[in-house]
């Protein structure tokens, strides 16, 4: 919840001081997005609202857990796993991201939803491998494995929002986000938008957007109709 994070960004670009919260959190699953709401209606900031942005998925394939598993060592056994387990935890996604619309649109009967999806994390490297910090470097393939992983993910994503369309939900929109962050991953041609390994006390940072990130999350979303 700092102050670059999108959602805040979008509320001093309305220029909301009143009638806002933000309720996001590192880590946060689709399961969470009962106790989210729950926190939003003890702030008063549920029904009557006019517009709810959600970012959800990831952390249900354990995505964090797996980056941070492969970091020390791409080629392990553990690594190879994390990523399988990623991969078939996809096929649970869709439907519990369809839950998450359903939880939203009971609260907020009202509201227009925007559901975003994820950046790929790589670029497109030329080297054999990618120095994401802390002495860790990933093979290429590896993170092609991993951005792979993510196309699929937002694509699950992507059809819980057309299915709440084809319920008859008229006022959730799917908003795309990889397209903004081209060109912007860890170690493509520009400046990357998402952080590498962070060391702790603030390992919880690491592979999420950084300030720059957060921004074309905030701009992708304000082109899309948010406000």
């Known amino acids: 919840q700092s102050a670059t994070s999108y959602p805040n960004q979008l509320a001093a670009y309305a220029h909301l001081t009143t009638g806002f919260i933000n309720v996001t959190c590192a880590g946060a699953t689709t399961s969470d997005i009962g106790p989210q709401l729950s926190a939003a209606g003890q702030a008063g900031a549920t029904f009557g609202v006019s517009q709810v942005t959600v970012t959800v998925g990831g952390n249900d394939l354990g995505f964090a857990e797996t980056l941070q598993t492969c970091a020390p060592d791409p080629a392990s056994v553990q690594c190879q796993t994390a990523l399988t387990t990623a991969t078939s935890k996809l096929k649970t996604v869709s439907a519990k991201v369809s839950g998450v619309i359903t939880q939203i649109r009971g609260a907020a009967p009202g509201a227009r939803i925007y559901v975003t999806g994820y950046p790929l994390l790589f670029g497109n490297f030329k080297t054999p491998t990618c120095d994401v910090g802390g002495a860790y470097v990933v093979p290429k393939t590896t993170a092609t494995t991993i951005n792979g992983i993510t196309s699929a993910l937002n694509l699950s994503i992507a059809g819980a929002v057309v299915r709440a369309e ?9 908003v795309p986000v990889a397209g903004a962050f081209y060109g912007h991953g860890l170690c493509d041609s520009k400046t990357p938008w998402i952080n590498g390994y962070v060391a702790s006390p ?15 999350y905030a701009t992708t979303l304000k082109l899309a109709g948010a406000k």
């Open 166 to 174: 084809w319920k008859g939900d008229w006022r959730v929109r799917y």
């Open 202 to 216: 603030y390992v919880f940072q690491s592979f999420h957007p950084n300030a720059f990130g957060e921004t074309a």
